[in-house]
């Protein structure tokens, strides 16, 4: 590396190895726990939870469900066709808008959750939150939300116009 290359300082670095081996950690905990408590992938397990416990409603635009989630628009609708195939979600028109597919959770898709939440809760507790205080947690928080804020200041992923095929990637 030579002197004119970005650098970061060893606390920005050792920071971001941190968060990163620590997230990689946790999701795989995770994921081997949604696996074996409900056989649900990990972002099976996001799009019921948004679903079933961060909706009145029970129902999402698939855009905002992707956007929520982080993932690619047609990843999210694999995903959904999976767990619509086993009766967890169902998807439709949304009533304002033909051309946008809302998904709702199903009674299934509620039990299932519920059947995943203790152990996912159990999870959590051991890998992640059992070395940390309280107040460790709350500052972890306080120091998380402006980081997650800014990167999600752009527009999100599904307002962003795709890439045209046969276009240079440096426009």
Do not use: C, N, W
């Not at 949604?34 to 698939?62: E, I, K, N």
């Not at 990843?75 to 946008?100: F, H, K, M, N």
């Amino acid at each position: 590396m030579t002197d004119s290359q970005p650098k970061l300082e060893p606390a920005q670095l050792g920071a971001y190895f941190a968060l990163m081996e620590v997230a990689g950690l946790l999701r795989h905990g995770v994921e081997a726990q949604l696996r074996d408590a409900g056989d649900l992938s990990y972002v099976q397990f996001q799009l019921l939870a948004r679903l079933g416990l961060d909706s009145p409603t029970g129902s999402h635009r698939m855009t905002d469900l992707a956007d929520g989630v982080v993932y690619s628009r047609s990843g999210l609708t694999y995903q959904a066709s999976l767990l619509e195939q086993a009766g967890l979600v169902e998807r439709g028109p949304a009533p304002d808008d033909e051309r946008s597919v809302m998904v709702t959770i199903t009674d299934a898709g509620r039990e299932r959750l519920a059947q995943v939440l203790p152990g996912h809760v159990e999870v959590l507790r051991e890998m992640f939150l059992k070395p940390l205080s309280g107040a460790d947690v709350t500052a972890l928080a306080a120091l998380l939300r402006p980081v997650r804020d800014h990167m999600r200041s752009s527009p999100p992923r599904s307002a962003k116009p795709r890439p045209r095929k046969g276009t240079a990637s440096s426009r």
